[in-house]
């Protein structure tokens, strides 16, 4: 990792007080004065800070519950950030700016996010050849009639061109939940992409349109705190995503 990353993530120092530390020549990296930065270290390297050796905190994985009208950014834009939500007061080495999302939801989307420090374990998660399950709560404009279930399913199934791509989008998996009314408008997606709005894309490209997306699960994990709300995750929930 970058040697200003490393130096924060085995301190309280922000980046910016890192940065100066470097510039001033207080970081030695197996005995020698490194003045950049940008300098790619690794843990088992001797990195020192005034004659002190830096040991790095261990990754953190956490699990939140994304409400509506907040943005996957560290900092605040045209929304409030998601972090605003993690009061990491009173958590030991818990630095909202060494972490980052797996996977970003859009604003107006709800539900299960993963938040870490693992730059690798993210990776896992996001990438598309990797399959790991995304399960969204999709609720639409239009009905779908009972005799038009079947033929959406398998074409779910097949792909959907999605307006502006190449190729068809991965295999999704489709249930259309059942409803007191005629026509179900609420279904459980199930994709491995995260391609730009690529639900609420699929369901234009076969003329619906999504007017609620919620995310409850990704691969093993499943979201169980309230709106707001974020915890740990287990050790067995860590290590699901690098089996």
């Given at each position: 990792m970058r040697l200003d990353k490393f130096i924060c993530k085995s301190t309280e120092l922000t980046k910016r007080e890192a940065i100066q530390e470097i510039h001033a020549g207080h970081i030695l990296v197996n005995d020698l004065i490194v003045l950049d930065e940008s300098t790619q270290v690794h843990e088992n390297n001797l990195i020192t800070l005034n004659g002190q050796r830096l040991k790095p905190r261990p990754f953190r994985y956490l699990l939140m519950h994304k409400p509506a009208n907040t943005i996957c950014s560290n900092t605040d834009g045209d929304y409030p950030s998601l972090f605003n939500?993690?009061?990491?007061?009173?958590?030991?080495?818990?630095?909202?700016?060494?972490?980052?999302?797996?996977?970003?939801?859009?604003?107006?989307?709800?539900?299960?996010?993963?938040?870490?420090?693992?730059?690798?374990?993210?990776?896992?998660?996001?990438?598309p050849d990797k399959d790991c399950k995304k399960i969204y709560r999709v609720g639409l404009s239009y009905g779908i009639p009972e005799h038009k279930i079947a033929p959406l399913v398998e074409r779910f199934k097949q792909g959907i061109q999605l307006q502006g791509e190449q190729g068809l989008t991965?295999?999704?998996?489709?249930?259309?939940?059942?409803?007191?009314?005629?026509?179900?408008?609420?279904?459980?997606?199930?994709?491995?992409?995260?391609k730009y709005h690529q639900v609420k894309?699929?369901?234009?490209?076969?003329?619906?349109?999504?007017?609620?997306?919620?995310?409850?699960?990704?691969?093993?994990?499943?979201?169980?705190?309230?709106?707001?709300?974020?915890r740990f995750l287990t050790a067995h929930e860590v290590s699901s995503f690098t089996r």
């Open positions: 939500q993690l009061d990491t007061d009173g958590v030991h080495g818990l630095n909202r700016d060494e972490l980052h999302i797996a996977g970003r939801l859009d604003v107006d989307t709800t539900g299960l996010v993963l938040i870490t420090d693992d730059g690798r374990w993210t990776y896992n998660i996001t990438r991965q295999s999704a998996l489709l249930e259309v939940l059942p409803s007191i009314k005629k026509e179900s408008r609420e279904v459980l997606l199930t994709i491995t992409e995260g894309r699929m369901f234009a490209a076969v003329g619906n349109r999504v007017l609620s997306l919620h995310r409850e699960k990704i691969g093993e994990v499943q979201l169980d705190v309230e709106e707001g709300h974020w």
